[in-house]
Nanobody, 124 residues
Framework: QVQLVESGGGLVQAGGSLRLSCAASGRALSNYNMAWFRQTPGKERDFVAG????????RYADSVKGRFTISRDNAKNTVYLQMNLLKPEDTAVYYCAVVRSVVERPSLSDVNYWGQGTQVTVSS
């Protein structure tokens, strides 16, 4: 069993930055592929970014490419999402997840574990 706890969300103005953290307990994250998803009210949870367990290869949704960076610190058992040049449309609850693979864009059915989410609000 893996427990994931996100932090770092908050309110920021458009063009600003935030860094989300996802701290894990129960298992070492170094053996898992990790991803960030986000969800707005009334919509399905969407993939944002993913990183592999081995080489640390990354994949991003087109909407965040060039602005968001996913990274991991296996020694701290933590995954990060650096979000720059934030836009109002980035407003959502962001969820950290353990996923089976990021070779292809992971779907919700590829998720093994979820965190509880952290709210990000970008004002215009």
């Amino acid at each position: 069993q893996v427990q994931l706890v996100e932090s770092g969300g908050g309110l920021v103005q458009a063009g600003g930055s935030l860094r989300l953290s996802c701290a894990a307990s129960g298992r070492a994250l170094s053996n898992y592929n990790m991803a960030w998803f986000r969800q707005t009210p009334g919509k399905e949870r969407d993939f944002v970014a993913g990183i592999t367990w081995g080489r640390g290869s990354t994949r991003y949704a087109d909407s965040v490419k060039g602005r968001f960076t996913i990274s991991r610190d296996n020694a701290k058992n933590t995954v990060y999402l650096q979000m720059n040049l934030l836009k109002p449309e980035d407003t959502a609850v962001y969820y950290c997840a353990v996923v089976r693979s990021v070779v292809e864009r992971p779907s919700l059915s590829d998720v093994n574990y979820w965190g509880q989410g952290t709210q990000v609000t970008v004002s215009s």
